[in-house]
């Protein structure tokens, strides 16, 4: 299934947050929903601060750093863009670190936490945020394809009947391998 038009039930609306201010967490390819949703921000004032970590593990890693200077340099009343560098030492020691670390150290309570990227990133965020203090109710977490059949499943979650039976199979093997939207959906 291939799905073209704007993230859909993927665990990253900004309707879901509120009013609240927003933390994004972007691992890799991650980052891209979580600038649109900064663009989203940005075309609809709402006097809301955004802080976007995006996670790499060198400088010269980072995915269009151009661009989110240009971003952060464009909206630096409400926008502040903060890189999180695993393995290079040669940055200024505030950029070293891991994403999730990084982003637990500048979470303020009654933000919305937002995290994108790959499943594992996914997965990490699922168990730690929360034992970290975290509120369930604000945090949103990206779904992943893990597997081919995962796109089954969401498909079913949207109502298309082709792809029904082959999710009621998936849920009848509980193999484990489900998808997850968001912690509130795993309540």
């Known amino acids: 299934m291939l799905w073209l038009g704007p993230a859909c039930d993927v665990g990253l609306s900004l309707e879901a947050a509120g009013d609240a201010d927003l933390l994004l967490a972007a691992g890799g390819t991650g980052l891209a929903p979580l600038r649109a949703l900064v663009e989203q921000v940005a075309a609809s004032p709402s006097g809301r601060q955004v802080t976007l970590v995006v996670g790499a593990r060198t400088l010269l890693d980072l995915y269009d750093a151009v661009a989110l200077h240009k971003l952060e340099l464009a ?14 030492r040669d ?44 509120p369930t109710d604000s945090l949103h977490l990206a779904a992943t394809f893990q597997r081919a059949l995962d796109s089954a499943l969401w498909g079913s979650r949207r109502g298309s009947p082709d792809t029904a039976y082959l999710a009621s199979a998936l849920r009848t093997a509980d193999d484990g391998s489900g998808l997850g939207l968001s912690l509130r959906d795993a309540r």
Do not use: N
């Open 75 to 88: 909206h630096g009343d409400w926008l502040t863009v903060v890189p999180a560098l695993s393995d290079d």
């Open 91 to 134: 940055v200024e020691p505030a950029a070293q670190g891991d994403l999730l670390s990084m982003a637990l150290y500048l979470h303020k309570p009654g933000q919305a936490f937002y995290v994108c990227g790959p499943p594992q990133l996914i997965e990490a965020a699922r168990k730690r945020l929360p034992f970290a203090g975290v």
